[in-house]
């Protein structure tokens, strides 16, 4: 049989089981799911919310947050300090009542040689500052989120989302968090997540916790939760046991000179 009678014949066929071997090489365009669809949007919106009950472009229109902070784990102070961050988070500093200081300019890291926990500056220099920046770094560049869940939490029901990382992220890529706002204000009363700085992902997975915010206060007529405190978390039970607290004594927006981040002569890259 011929390639031309083949053709032919090919076409009848279509034609006879369906309208026309005209429409034999069109495809038809794989539609999208409304389900899909709809929850993409519900993500998305559920986080644009999020950024205008914390006065997001407010927020970036300033310059710097300074904070004076004092963090507590079992009993025994972890950080006491000055924190100074540009809001858009790039740079940062955090002078120790001590006297030691870390800096840290995008992913490079510095501390002074008389920094007695060296093994942790990393780690200081960009937790808080997350801890803190978190509701205007909900869309950041690698965030990836989850469909919006309703989820309860000592007797609430929140509004609950996880963020991941896309590969390469930050310093961290394997953090996740699990985000629980009010589904009327939008504020974050919850967050729970896993960090995995200094640690494998199994191991930080294996130890999750938690991080609530409360005492909101006005600063320049935006959010900033000035009491922090950290539980035990695990998916099945929820809030633990508390296990440390952080209070922000005072809080205030600050235009920085131009040598504000400027690395100290004698620090150590770390």
Not at 43 to 59: N, T, W
Not at 100 to 114: K, P
Request: glycine fraction near 6%; charged fraction near 25%; charge should be negative.
């Amino acid at each position: 049989m011929s390639s031309i009678f083949k053709l032919g014949f090919a076409c009848l066929m279509v034609l006879a089981l369906t309208t026309s071997c005209k429409n034999e090489n069109k495809v038809t365009p794989e539609l999208e799911t409304p389900t899909v669809k709809t929850e993409a949007k519900k993500a998305i919106s559920s986080i644009e919310a999020i950024e205008k009950a914390y006065k997001k472009d407010k927020f970036l229109a300033h310059n710097a947050i300074e904070v004076d902070m004092v963090i507590s784990f079992g009993g025994q102070v972890r950080l006491d300090a000055k924190m100074t961050y540009l809001t858009n988070s790039t740079k940062g500093k955090i002078e120790l009542k001590d006297g030691s200081s870390i800096y840290y300019d995008g992913a490079r890291v510095f501390h002074s040689a008389d920094l007695k926990n060296e093994k942790a500056a990393r780690f200081d220099a960009y937790t808080w500052m997350y801890f803190l920046l978190f509701p205007n770094k909900l869309d950041d560049q690698g965030t990836i989120w989850s469909d919006v869940e309703s989820a309860k939490l000592n007797n609430k029901t929140y509004n609950s989302q996880r963020l991941t990382f896309e590969a390469n992220t930050g310093d961290a890529p394997d953090d996740w968090y699990i985000v629980y706002s009010d589904p009327q204000t939008h504020l974050m009363d919850y967050v729970a997540y896993i960090v995995t700085v200094n640690k494998s992902t199994e191991a930080a997975e294996a130890d999750p916790h938690a991080i609530g915010y409360s005492n909101y206060k006005m600063i320049d007529g935006i959010p900033v939760a000035h009491n922090w405190e950290f539980y035990e978390w695990s998916s099945a039970n929820g809030i633990g046991k508390v296990i440390g607290d952080a209070t922000i004594r005072s809080a205030k927006f600050v235009t920085t000179a131009p040598t504000t981040f400027d690395i100290p002569e004698g620090f150590v890259e770390k």
